[in-house]
C-alpha cells in the first residue's frame, strides 16, 4: 500500500470518530448546561441536573448493542459498510435531537423521545470505534500499528475540542434566554452537514486487507458472537476493565467538572469552557506521544504507567477542584485529560489485537462499550451523588479505584502481538 494511500486511511478513521464523538459530546455539554431545564419538569436544580446526567449515561448502555449489532455485521461483511452505517445512525438521532421540541410543548413524550434518540446515539457510536480502530490497524505495517492505531483515538479529542469551541461560541455571543430556548439546538442541527462529509470519506475506501484475506480463506464465521463468547470471554472482560480509566477521566473531568464547576462553585460557563478548550489539548498532545512510545517500548507498558499516574490524581482531585481556583482546577483538567490521551491512544492497536480477526470487530467493540459502563455511562451522576454524600474526596477515590482496575487489568492481558495477521 503506497503512502498516500495509508495517508488516506488514517484520515477516514480519524474524521469519522471525530465526527461522531463531537455528536456525542455536545449531548454531554449540553446535559450539563441545559437538558435537564428543557426536557423536564421544573423543580429543583439539583433534580433536573441528575435527571440530564442520568440520560447522557443511556448511551452507554446502548453502547454495547450497538458494538454487537454492527460487530456481526463487520465480521461478516466487511468494515467499510458497517462504518458508513453507524455513522448514519449517530447523526440521524443527533439531527432529531436538535429539533426536538422541550417538556413545555410536548409534556412527557419530550424527555421519553430524547432519551430513545439518546439511546440511539449510543448505539451509533458503538459500531464506530472498533471499525475505525481496524481500519487503521488492519492496514498498517506491524511495527507501526500503534501510530496508524492512534488516528481514531484523535477523533475524541478533536470532537470535544469542537463541541466545546462551538458552546463557547454560542454561550458568549447569545443572551441566556436566547441559549436556553434555541441556541443550544445549533450543533445538533450543523451535525447533519458533518455526517455527510464523513459518509463521503468513508465510501471512498477499500475492504482492509485483513479482512479480504480472512474473507478469501472462508475463515469468517456465520454467527461471529457465538465464537467470541465461546472462546474470548475473558479477552472481553479484561479489555472492558482496562478500558475503564480511559472514560472515567475524561468524562469526570468534562461532565462532572463543568457541572460541579458552573453550578456549585459558580465558575461562569464561558469560563470553564475556555478552560476545557486549553485542557483538551493535553489529551490531544498526549495521544501522538504515546502512540509514538508504544511502537518503541510496546504498548502495555506506556498504558500501566498512565494507568498508575491516574490512582495518584485520583488524590489531588478534591485539593485542586475543591480549591475553587481557576488556575489550580485548569491544572487538574489539564492532567486528567493528559493522562486519558496516555491511557487511550495505545488502545487502538493493543484492544484489537486480543482477538483474532474473523471476530475483530464485534470483539473489540463489544470491550471497548463495555469500558464505557463501567467508567463513564452513570459516573458523572454516580460522583455527584458521592460529593452529595460525603465531598469531593469520595469522588477522588472513585477516580482511583477505577484507575487501579484498569492497571491490574491490563497487567493480565497478552502482549499486543499475540494475534499477529
Same mark, same amino acid.
Given at each position: ?267 461562569? !460557563? =464561558? *469560563? ?6 486549553? +485542557? $483538551? &489539548? ?5 495521544? #501522538? %506521544? ?9 504498548? !502495555? =507498558? *506506556? ?6 499516574? +491516574? $490512582? &495518584? ?5 478534591? #485539593? %485542586? ?20 490521551? $496516555? ?7 493493543? %484492544? ?70
Amino acid at each position: 500500500m503506497s503512502s498516500p494511500s495509508l495517508k488516506h486511511i488514517a484520515f477516514a478513521s480519524f474524521i469519522g470518530t471525530a465526527i461522531e464523538f463531537y455528536d456525542f459530546y455536545i449531548y454531554a455539554m449540553a446535559a450539563a448546561l441545559v437538558i435537564g431545564q428543557v426536557f423536564f419538569p421544573a423543580s429543583a436544580p439539583a433534580v433536573q441536573s441528575l435527571n440530564a446526567l442520568l440520560t447522557f449515561g443511556l448511551a452507554f448502555i446502548a453502547r454495547p448493542l450497538g458494538a454487537l449489532l454492527f460487530g456481526h455485521f463487520g465480521d461478516r461483511l466487511g468494515r467499510k459498510s458497517t462504518l458508513a452505517a453507524s455513522l448514519l445512525v449517530m447523526g440521524c438521532s443527533t439531527f432529531l435531537i436538535g429539533v426536538l421540541p422541550g417538556y413545555d410543548q410536548w409534556g412527557l413524550w419530550a424527555p421519553v423521545l430524547l432519551c430513545l434518540l439518546r439511546f440511539g446515539q449510543g448505539i451509533g457510536l458503538g459500531g464506530e470505534w472498533a471499525g475505525a480502530a481496524l481500519l487503521a490497524t488492519e492496514y498498517a505495517p506491524v511495527h507501526r500499528r500503534s501510530w496508524f492505531g492512534m488516528f481514531p483515538q484523535l477523533g475524541p479529542s478533536i470532537g470535544f475540542l469542537l463541541a466545546t469551541l462551538t458552546f463557547l461560541a454560542l454561550t458568549l455571543g447569545l443572551t441566556e434566554t436566547q441559549f436556553e430556548q434555541w441556541g443550544w439546538r445549533v450543533p445538533f442541527i450543523v451535525s447533519a452537514a458533518l455526517v455527510m462529509v464523513g459518509l463521503y470519506v468513508r465510501f471512498k475506501l477499500a475492504e482492509t486487507p485483513a479482512f479480504a484475506q480472512a474473507q478469501s480463506s472462508k475463515e469468517l464465521h456465520r454467527w461471529p458472537l457465538k465464537a467470541l463468547l465461546v472462546t474470548h470471554g475473558r479477552a472481553i472482560v479484561l479489555g472492558a476493565l482496562a478500558m475503564g480509566v480511559c472514560y472515567h477521566l475524561f468524562y469526570t473531568a468534562t461532565v462532572f467538572c463543568l457541572s460541579y464547576g458552573t453550578q456549585t462553585l459558580h465558575i461562569a !460557563r =464561558p *469560563v470553564f469552557l475556555g478552560m476545557l478548550c486549553i +485542557a $483538551v &489539548l493535553g489529551m490531544a498532545t498526549a495521544t #501522538p %506521544l504515546a502512540a509514538w512510545w508504544s511502537d518503541k517500548v510496546g504498548q !502495555r =507498558p *506506556v498504558l500501566m504507567l498512565g494507568q498508575g499516574l +491516574a $490512582v &495518584l490524581l485520583g488524590f489531588a482531585l478534591a #485539593p %485542586l477542584l475543591g480549591s475553587a481556583d481557576s488556575g489550580l482546577i485548569l491544572v487538574f483538567l489539564f492532567a486528567a485529560l493528559f493522562l486519558m490521551g $496516555v491511557t487511550f491512544a495505545p488502545m487502538g492497536a493493543f %484492544l484489537p489485537q486480543q482477538f483474532p480477526v474473523a471476530v475483530r470487530y464485534s470483539g473489540a467493540g463489544l470491550s471497548y462499550q463495555l469500558g464505557g459502563i463501567l467508567g463513564a455511562s452513570f459516573a458523572p451522576a454516580i460522583a455527584q451523588y458521592l460529593v452529595n454524600q460525603g465531598g469531593l474526596t469520595w469522588v477522588g477515590a472513585y477516580l482511583s479505584s477505577m484507575a487501579l482496575i484498569s492497571f491490574l487489568a491490563v497487567w493480565r492481558m497478552s502482549p499486543s502481538a499475540s494475534n499477529p495477521d
